[in-house]
């Protein structure tokens, strides 16, 4: 795409959302070149109406046709903006566009010698999503590798860059994502180092690294164990068609985490954003009301893993939907918790 931006009217979105759920866009409009954003915003369509900004479609589930426009953002440079010498652990500053696949952004930060990002390799999804949800697995949230996030600003028509201090970065949640008309990522800059430092104490990736016969890891190496993990863990969404987790792990007050341990002792619990909060395990609390391998037409439940939805073919996002309040309804019901959907709902509300 050499022009700045492109339209289409009435665009498919089914090969667009890794739940491959059928809808369609009004208007679709795919821009090669962020500086076109402030007079395509002029549009009277874009100014006033509501747009969704769509990446690779790997947290969305369309329950019905977005209303407005969809806006896809097509730039794919990866560039390296400020190199450092070794000597700091965080100097090497690494710029992409809002378009780049964000494994391939992985994979290119470790051809160059940067770490940082390893512990976030095969996540679905663009460079441009990166921040909203703040991705995160394996012991990292993208959020601590974030130098600097460029971003049109909706109701000043501006070209903004917001340092990580000012994107409110939390498990699962940013600014960007608290006000979801508010900003659309053109780009993000990452600090990243030539001086490894490892993060291999989550579950899995010690062991993971043993079974490959790793005894000196490198960033490399971590980013396979990850691989190697997630490719048994989570469906692929070129296969049956899901959105990783379905839910967020809840965050309860710590009194009520310890009531559910004394009455449930296998519960997973977690420290929360804080001292005073606990993290649920989600999977543990839908696995246990029996959802896990669930299939209802072609709407269901990962056999693999319980905090998966997924569509075996033609479910509809109305009827995964579905299945997912009535999920979240038996949670609240046998264990007393409220259980938040990750991706984002489009078409209806939760
Ligand atoms: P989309 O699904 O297109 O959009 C997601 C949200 O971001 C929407 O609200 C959208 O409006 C907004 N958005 C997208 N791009 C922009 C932009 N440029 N500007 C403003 N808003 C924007 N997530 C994790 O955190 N950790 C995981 O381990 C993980 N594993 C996954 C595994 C599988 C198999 C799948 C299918 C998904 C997984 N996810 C995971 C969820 C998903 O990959 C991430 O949330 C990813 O960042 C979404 O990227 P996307 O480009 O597909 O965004
Ligand atoms: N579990 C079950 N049943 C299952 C699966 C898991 O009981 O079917 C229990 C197990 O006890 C396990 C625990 O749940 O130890 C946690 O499972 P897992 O390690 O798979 O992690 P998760 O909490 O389910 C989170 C993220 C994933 C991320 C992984 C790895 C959320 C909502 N999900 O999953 O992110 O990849 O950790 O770090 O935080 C995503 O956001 O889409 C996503 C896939």
């Excluded at 002029?42 to 100014?47: D, E, I, S």
């Excluded at 400020?82 to 378009?99: L, Y």
């Excluded at 896990?292 to 996002?317: F, Q, T, Y």
């Amino acid at each position: 795409m050499t022009e700045a931006y492109r339209l289409a009217e009435r665009a498919r979105l089914d090969a667009r959302n890794t739940f491959g759920v059928p809808a369609r866009a009004d208007l679709l409009v795919e821009v090669n070149d962020a500086a076109a954003l402030p007079e395509l915003f002029g549009y009277a369509m874009l100014r006033d109406g509501p747009v969704l900004v769509l990446g690779g479609g790997s947290n969305v589930l369309f329950a019905g046709d977005p209303r407005g426009a969809v806006l896809a953002l097509t730039a794919q440079s990866i560039r390296i903006v400020e190199d450092g010498d070794g000597t700091d652990a965080r100097v090497t500053i690494v710029r992409a566009d809002a378009g780049v696949e964000w494994h391939a952004l992985v994979l290119w930060t470790l051809g160059h010698g940067l770490a940082g990002l390893e512990n976030l390799a095969l996540i679905p999804g663009t460079v441009g999503a990166a921040p909203i949800q703040n991705i995160g697995a394996y012991g990292a949230e993208v959020g601590d590798c974030i130098h600097a996030v460029e971003a049109f600003e909706r109701p000043t028509r501006t070209l903004r860059r917001l340092g990580a201090d000012a994107c409110a970065f939390a498990y699962r949640d940013s600014l960007f994502k608290r006000e979801p008309e508010r900003f659309v990522v053109t780009a993000v800059e990452f600090a990243l180092s030539r001086t490894p430092r490892l993060r291999l104490d989550y579950a899995g990736i010690g062991e993971e690294l043993a079974a490959m016969g790793v005894g000196a890891p490198t960033p490399s190496l971590v980013a396979e164990a990850v691989c190697r993990i997630r490719r048994r863990k989570l469906p692929d969404p070129a296969v049956v068609g899901n959105a990783g987790s379905f839910f967020k792990n809840p965050i309860v007050p710590a009194p009520q985490a310890d009531a559910l341990k004394a009455a449930h002792a296998a519960l997973p619990v977690f420290r929360g954003n804080d001292d005073a909060t606990r993290k649920l395990s989600a999977a543990w609390l839908i696995d246990q009301c029996g959802w896990k391998g669930h299939r209802e037409n072609d709407a269901g439940v990962a056999a693999s893993h319980a905090l998966v939805l997924v569509n075996h073919g033609h479910a509809s996002g109305a009827q995964l939907l579905d299945l997912a309040r009535r999920i979240a309804a038996s949670v609240r019901e046998r264990f007393g918790v409220a259980l938040e959907p990750e991706p984002r709902i489009v078409g209806a509300s939760w």
